[in-house]
């Protein structure tokens, strides 16, 4: 079960005795345990119907017996398990003797990391209840969840201001709650919020890929290639990491430049130079949008880049930047005038 239809159907009061949640989006996760506990168990009597567990720390007896209590003045009562992976390590049968009749009184929900669907545990579960998968929303349902988010928090967002917020923050759902939250926090009682709102009141927290770097470099794209060497240096990455990144991404065009010259075909090209498949339109993309004499000429200012980054006591960032600026200028010299004239 997909996170959006298990929010679906909760909403429409249908609470199954079990649930594995799993995945990535701990943020999504962490939202559906709110959502099941409002549902599950009756907030004055919180303490007496919740019980929290961990596989790896708690006696497998204690969590058994525990899904057998009745509750305390509260329709049901909620026992979470985390750490569920490790049950696989483990004989299951107990779980799954349980689940052919689970308690209808209690619901459990285990939290892990993956779900092979294909064992006795989970097939034995899904009779019952359902797992549930919590990963990264596409680009559509991220959008509709932060709408969704602002609505309920009071206010409404400009499309301009959503998409600045994800700029800021990236798409992790926790970090982007937390930033929801502050934007609902402004005292004038304004229930539209643009991008100056988003601006002022959150943070550029976004963690970005050091990976990202060289593929802006091969689209020549000078504004993400700053941002993203400054957001890396921010973040710790070493200069002399990011530039061996960027100097095997041309590297890696330039052979393949060469090969397809030879008469090599696109296929060979990716095979010989490892080029994953779901990366190979971008990757041409790349070698055609990088002209081939800017390329040729590069490798005297990369050596000289490559000697000041391991000899000068100059900024290191600074001395990246102005190989970026150079490298940029040089390559759209040749794309403007590919004679070189």
């Known amino acids: ?44 009597a919180r303490d007496f119907n919740l019980k929290i567990f961990s596989v790896k720390e708690d006696p497998e007896e204690t969590i058994l017996d525990s899904l057998q209590v009745f509750p305390v003045r509260s329709p049901r009562t909620l026992v979470v398990i985390h750490q569920a992976d490790s049950i696989s390590h483990k004989d299951p049968s107990p779980y799954v003797e349980y689940f052919s009749d689970p308690n209808p009184l209690t619901c459990v929900v285990f939290v892990g990391e993956k779900a092979d669907l294909r064992t006795k545990f989970f097939q034995a579960l899904e009779r019952k209840g359902a797992a549930v998968a919590f990963y990264p929303p596409h680009e559509k349902e991220l959008i509709r969840w932060i709408h969704s988010q602002a609505e ?12 600045l917020l994800v700029e800021r923050v990236g798409p992790d759902m926790r970090e982007l709650k937390l930033e929801l939250q502050k934007l609902s926090l402004r005292p004038d009682g304004k229930r539209f919020r643009g991008e100056e709102d988003v601006l002022a009141l959150t943070e550029d927290i976004r963690v970005e890929n050091p990976f990202e770097l060289p593929l802006a470099v091969g689209h020549l794209n000078l504004g993400d290639m700053l941002h993203l060497l400054r957001k890396n240096l921010q973040q710790g990455e070493p200069p002399l990491f990011l530039f061996s990144l960027i100097v095997r991404q041309l590297r890696l065009l330039r052979r393949a430049q060469e090969l397809s010259a030879e008469g090599s075909s696109q296929e060979e090209i990716e095979t010989r130079l490892r080029i994953f498949p779901r990366r190979a339109n971008d990757f041409w993309e790349r070698v055609e949008r990088f002209p081939i004499s800017a ?47």
């Open 1 to 44: 079960m997909k996170a959006q239809d298990f929010f679906r159907n909760l909403e429409r009061g249908n609470l199954l005795p079990l649930y594995y949640f799993y995945g990535t989006e701990r943020g999504l996760i962490d939202e559906a345990l709110d959502k099941i506990e409002e549902k599950a168990i009756a907030r004055a």
């Open 152 to 163: 309920q928090l009071g206010y409404r967002l400009s499309p301009e201001a959503v998409s």
């Open 295 to 341: 390329l040729q000429q590069l490798w005297p200012p990369t050596l000289e880049a490559d000697q000041e980054l391991k000899s000068s006591r100059s900024d290191k960032g600074l001395l990246l930047e102005k190989y970026l600026w150079n490298l940029h200028l040089l390559a759209w010299s040749r794309v403007r005038k590919p004679d070189g004239k």
